[in-house]
């Protein structure tokens, strides 16, 4: 079955480095991935969509990777700050009609 | 511009009431998604619908639940007859692309507790 894995711990850094989250499928090659923020009691709010044909996307701070043959997104944020702690969560297409999402990972930027 | 509107925001029901949850997609959007979270899980797909029609509810548990998107109003989610295991946030997205080709605006939820 697709399966897709995001480091369930929570993620410590301080503010001012760099953040990176990891993104791991099995089992499915996706057109596309997708981003996500969500904070506590809200809904998600999308970040960044990189399809499979490109290795990089970047908007402001964040920086997205995507690697068809490791199967495996990562999600930079450099510059961390504060307000940047959340849950970040990756989705992918699947059967072209809805997102899978991933658990998330709670991100931590300690002042 | 509004976003995606969601009432209520909370929603509090006895084993056995139903509930009515509405989705209000962003204007000029027609595809509209459902997603249930659990406490400290991701979001779970549960239906996707356009004016009119269900396209997938393969998410969707094939009893007691139901979702519609008529040509005029909300998109409604309605769980008959509900249990201690509905409770959780229900959170509803549009797009204006089909089938899942885009980002998709999430509204802030509802959040069912059951007694």
């Known amino acids: 079955s697709q399966k897709i894995e995001q480091n369930s711990e929570a993620l410590n850094i301080q503010e001012g480095k760099t953040a990176t989250l990891t993104c791991n499928y099995t089992?499915?090659?996706?057109?596309?991935l997708q981003w996500y923020r969500q904070d506590p009691g809200r809904g998600p709010v999308f970040l960044l969509l990189?399809?499979?044909?490109?290795k990089e996307k970047r908007k402001e701070r964040l920086k997205v990777t995507f690697d068809t043959t490791l199967k495996q997104s990562l999600f930079h944020i450099t510059a961390s700050q504060p307000a940047d702690s959340a849950t970040y969560l990756c989705a992918l297409d699947i059967a072209g009609n809805m997102l899978t999402f991933g658990g998330g990972t709670r991100l931590m930027v300690k002042p | 511009n509004a976003g995606v509107m969601q009432n209520p925001r909370h929603l509090v029901r006895r084993r056995g009431q139903e509930a009515r949850l509405r989705c209000s997609p962003m204007?000029?959007?027609?595809?509209v998604y459902w997603y249930r979270q659990l406490p400290e899980e991701g979001l779970k797909f549960m239906v996707y619908l356009q004016k009119e029609n269900i396209i997938d509810e393969s998410g969707m548990p094939k009893e007691r639940f139901s979702a519609e998107f008529p040509k005029e109003g909300p998109s409604i989610l309605r769980i008959q007859q509900v249990v201690r295991g509905d409770s959780a946030a229900y959170f509803c997205?549009?797009?204006?692309?089909?089938?899942?080709?885009?980002?998709?605006?999430f509204g802030p939820g509802t959040r069912l507790t059951v007694t």
């Open positions: 089992n499915y090659s996706p057109a596309y």
């Open positions: 990189i399809r499979e044909n490109e």
């Open positions: 997205a549009s797009s204006p692309l089909d089938r899942g080709r885009g980002e998709q605006y």
């Open positions: 204007k000029g959007h027609s595809h």
